[in-house]
């Protein structure tokens, strides 16, 4: 039942690849960094899939290379409907995949929620801060790299 959700999710995230119109005409690289327990690197890119909303594929691997996980998120950017203008975004969503441990018994399936916020410095690059809570979320601060 795990895989079947995440080859699901991974499909639906690939099949929407094409697709724009989000809160921004294009594309985001999202890279943080999250400390405390479950300190990692973390990562995920943006694809505009309808109106204020995002797909994207993701990745955390943490800093002791205890565990990595490997899923796909999906973000409504709340930035119309708070009137707000560049250089912020705000987002909240959710993120579903799996985490793989050094041994079969720290593998588990993650289902979490996520809101964050995004201060543009120019088109290219933004300063990214994110919470998060469910099985495998913490948050965390980094940068958005645009295309």
Do not use: C
């Amino acid at each position: 039942m795990k895989r079947l959700l995440t080859l699901f999710i991974l499909a639906i995230t690939f099949s929407f690849a094409n697709v724009a119109n989000a809160q921004e005409d294009y594309s985001a690289l999202n890279l943080f960094v999250s400390f405390g327990d479950h300190a990692a690197i973390n990562g995920h890119y943006e694809i505009p899939i309808a109106k204020n909303l995002t797909v994207s594929p993701s990745a955390v691997v943490a800093f002791d290379f205890d565990y990595i996980a490997l899923g796909g998120r999906l973000d409504y950017y709340f930035d119309s409907l708070f009137k707000l203008n560049e250089p912020w975004d705000i987002w909240g969503g959710v993120d579903a995949g799996f985490v793989l441990g050094d041994d079969d018994k720290n593998d588990d399936f993650s289902l979490n929620l996520h809101a964050g916020v995004e201060y543009k410095l120019n088109d290219t690059w933004g300063i990214i801060g994110e919470i998060g809570g469910g099985t495998a979320s913490f948050g965390g601060i980094g940068v958005g790299i645009h295309f």
